[in-house]
């Protein structure tokens, strides 16, 4: 038996960055046994991922319960796909309630033409209903469902199912109190007695549940010692309130586990995506694998979300699914439109460490469909794990790609493909790993290895999205500075921030930096290194597209745009907006103190007075439109470039830099193949 999470939000769904680790769907669970029966507890908004991701399997019976019909527990069930598909066959169940026929009548009224556009009858096939009385006990299948009343307004019923060796208990909405004695407590912790997992409502605070007795709901200090009581060692909290961002969850988890350290019990965050499978009499607990796997990924969301940077991300995402994964090689893909395009790789066998640089930069990608793996992996959102890619099955649909490995003379034989999940059911992107090595040999990956990897990939989703939306939000504001000047185009940024993110990567290892403050500085250079020029938005168009020679006055104002690139960033309280300021202001500084800022109060500063991100900035720059082709002139070839800044070292560069830029050519050449100038960038 297999539960997964498809909803963990309570009352109303939230979509917000905020939200984006532990979900923003309101209630729903999905629970398959190993005889192939599934049964969904509640409709909440998470219904719609799973009814789509339904729609891709071989239709078949469902049998859906609710713990009871409040909104947020029914509000998805108009957006269930399966009920529109009439090879489905839907079941439904729900606990009595005064008047007979109450829970039809409850569905009904979603489905009446006002709440939603169609009316229950117009369904091409309608579900059958069967009302049960709280506590009454049914099978569904091979699975034995047992059920009890909790306390909350309106009525609620927990579910206990058991199958397969292993009981999973969900509480429903469900008012813990004050008072342990309570009889509707009491016989609670009776149903859940001896359960593997209890999947609970810990939708409040304690310092919110001050003002919200009555409200049917409880905290998650309200449950460890219930659990234990219960004879139950895993602990799992779900249904948490709109407001809570997943920062504040977190703390709030630290904060019960430390009170309750001593107790025998095993507590987490439910996420949406997340499954739960003990396997065998295995119960996770704080010290085993399992436990163990569980903070590990807990620690990485954390740590990852410092970052804002793709590429960044990408970086951290594949090394830690290779440490899981103890794979010799990976890439990542990323969606965009119908193709994957090749976004990172990392091989210790091809290119070990830094070798690696040039090689993130590579411009390939392959169609999303069912010839490659990785395309399908892509098309079908399922993940693809082979012992020998040189011995896949006779009907396999995909086919393995040896031109990589005929033209490097890798060998790649065990491979793993999971798919990176969108908040909105789209596949973002795809992880694969190749080659699990052990002594040195490359063997198949195990099944516990797939389940860690696609859980990473659930965590890193959320992380990639959000790092896309900043790079958007930084793309779109170079977009209206390209629409001013025609020069300052999105590929001629994306290589300056490229090359200023690697030489500062170069600068950093020469210095000694260590490692996690190199990532955190590379991964802000990049991105405020895009926006130098951005101030040329507030510079006249008489003068910015002027054809011709500038007159010392029109270069006065040209020069401006420094210091109105600085204002963008004045009061700035986001790091990368704060080095952005500095790039903004100071990239027209010259190491010999001949620059400008454009700015009276702000003098020209020299040498390592002006701040390491403007000098790395504006060697890339300068280097850039040299070799590139600009309206007014042809690119210039890399040796011409390359003697300009050599000539230019110690009175226009930082002589270091400069070095340091000579060291990593292979690396420049990349970032130029990767980011081409396009005919749309010249408009």
Known sequence: MEVRLWGTRGSIPVAALHTARYGGNTTCVEVRTDAGDRIIIDAGTGIHALGNAMLREQPGDCTLCFTHTHWDHVQGLPHFAPLYAPDWKISIMGAATPGDGALQRSLRDVFDGRHFSLNWDDLPRAPRIREFTPGEAFSIGSARVETCSTRHPGGCVAYRITADGWTFVLSGDHECGDDRHDPVQQRLIRFFSGADVALVDAQYSTGDYASRHGWGHS??????????????????????????????????????????????????????????????????????????????????????????????????????????????????????????VFAHAQNDTLFPGSAANKHIYLNIGLPI????????????????????????????????????????????????????????????????????????????????????????????????????????????????????????????????????????????????????????????????????????????????????????????????????????????????????????????????GT????????????????????????????????????????????EKAMAVLAEGSGVHFDPELVDVFMEIRDIITAIHARYPDVEDDKK
Not at 490 to 516: F, K, L, T
Not at 525 to 544: Q, T
């Open 369 to 592: 469909d069912a010839q490659s793996i990785a395309g399908y992996v892509a098309a079908t959102s399922r993940p693809v794990n082979l012992p020998d890619v040189r011995a896949l099955p006779p009907n396999a649909p995909y086919a393995f790609n040896d031109a990589l490995d005929a033209a490097t003379g890798y060998r790649t034989v065990s491979m793993l493909a999971v798919p990176f999940t969108g908040n909105r059911n789209n596949i973002p992107g795809v992880l694969q790993l190749i080659n699990c090595m052990e002594h040195g040999r490359p063997k198949a990956f195990s099944p516990q290895m797939q389940r860690d990897v696609e859980r990473l990939a659930i965590l890193g989703s959320n992380s990639i999205e959000r790092g896309r939306m900043a790079n958007e939000l930084i793309l779109r504001m170079l977009q209206t500075a390209a629409l001013r000047d025609p020069r300052e185009t999105v590929s001629h940024v994306m290589r300056v921030g490229a090359m200023s993110a690697e030489i500062y990567r170069r600068w950093a290892e020469r210095c000694n930096v260590d490692p996690e403050t190199l990532r955190a500085m590379k991964d802000r250079i990049r991105m405020a290194a895009m926006l130098h020029d951005v101030g040329k938005v507030g510079i006249p168009d008489a003068v910015l597209k002027k054809d011709g020679r500038l007159t010392p006055e029109e270069r006065a104002i040209v020069e401006r745009h420094s210091a109105l690139g600085a204002r963008f960033f004045k009061s700035a309280t986001w790091d990368v907006h704060i080095l952005a300021h500095d790039i903004a202001l100071h990239h027209h500084q010259k190491w010999d």
């Open 219 to 340: 905290t998650m200090e309200q449950w460890p010692d219930a659990a234990v009581s219960a004879g139950v060692s895993r602990l799992i909290f779900t249904h948490y309130d709109p407001s809570y961002a997943d920062d504040a969850l977190e703390l709030l988890l630290d904060d019960v586990r430390h009170t309750y350290a001593v107790l025998p019990l095993f507590m987490q965050l439910g996420y949406e995506g997340m499954r739960i499978s003990p396997r065998g009499g295995d119960r996770p607990g704080p010290t085993d694998r399992a436990g163990k796997i569980a903070c590990r990924l807990c620690d990485f969301s954390r740590y990852i979300a410092q970052f804002s940077d793709t590429d960044t991300i990408l970086d951290r995402i594949l090394a830690e699914a290779r440490e899981l994964g103890h794979a010799d090689a990976g890439a990542i893909y990323l969606a965009d439109g119908d193709r994957l």
């Open 595 to 638: 620059g400008y800022t454009g700015d009276p109060d702000a003098p020209p500063l020299s040498g390592r007075d002006i701040p390491l991100g403007a000098r790395i900035t504006a060697l890339a720059d300068v280097y850039d439109a040299l070799v590139s082709r600009r309206c007014y002139k042809d690119a210039w070839p890399e």
